[in-house]
């Protein structure tokens, strides 16, 4: 008998149970600002605030509550279904498309664009996280912010889904910046 549906099942049940222990544990919902998928970078004000954005915080605790449980799905390069399993990028955009009403970009270079740049001093979960190499333009690898310095990603073929820290010593190794739609 195949167990990876069986585990794939309980991992969402999992995921959905946590997501709701979340919401009912929330108080009222923060003010929510429309911001232009393509703002410019953020500016911190000189109280260290950062602007409000279209990801409310409920929002990006289900995006992490949700991507924690695809932990252990296949790699696929192009992958971007649950079935099919899922590259780096299509894992973003399939957890997004899940748990919030946005509609991400489909590559990292994309992605890298899309929303605000944050400090990481004010990252919260949900957040993408990106990864460049040093002498790189553009980020590589992104995955999404889960907090405590943990992100989920799909990080090479042959691999599987992964819950990982920024201060691993292959990701210590890259520049890392993050972004909030």
Not at 87 to 113: E, M, W
Not at 158 to 163: E, M, W
Request: proline share 8%.
């Amino acid at each position: 008998m195949n167990r990876l549906p069986v585990l794939r099942c309980c991992h969402l049940l999992v995921c959905l149970i946590c997501a709701l222990l979340l919401a009912a544990c929330s108080s009222s919902k923060p003010p929510v600002a429309v911001v232009s998928p393509n703002a410019p970078a953020l500016r911190v004000d000189s109280a260290g605030v950062v602007p409000k954005t279209l990801l409310s915080l409920e929002q990006g605790q289900s995006v992490a509550v949700y991507a924690i449980g695809l932990v252990g799905v296949p790699y696929r390069y192009g992958g971007n279904t649950l079935a099919s399993g899922f590259d780096c990028s299509g894992l973003i955009a399939h957890v997004y498309q899940s748990q919030t009403p946005f509609a991400t970009p489909r590559t990292v270079a994309q992605l890298n664009a899309w929303g605000i740049e944050v400090p990481e001093d004010k990252r919260r979960t949900g957040d993408l996280v990106f990864f460049k190499s040093p002498g790189v333009a553009l980020p590589t690898h992104a995955g999404i912010y889960v907090g405590q310095g943990r992100f989920v990603h799909a990080p090479s073929t042959g691999g599987t889904v992964k819950l990982s820290h920024t201060d691993q010593p292959y990701w210590t190794r890259m520049q890392v910046s993050y972004r909030r739609p």
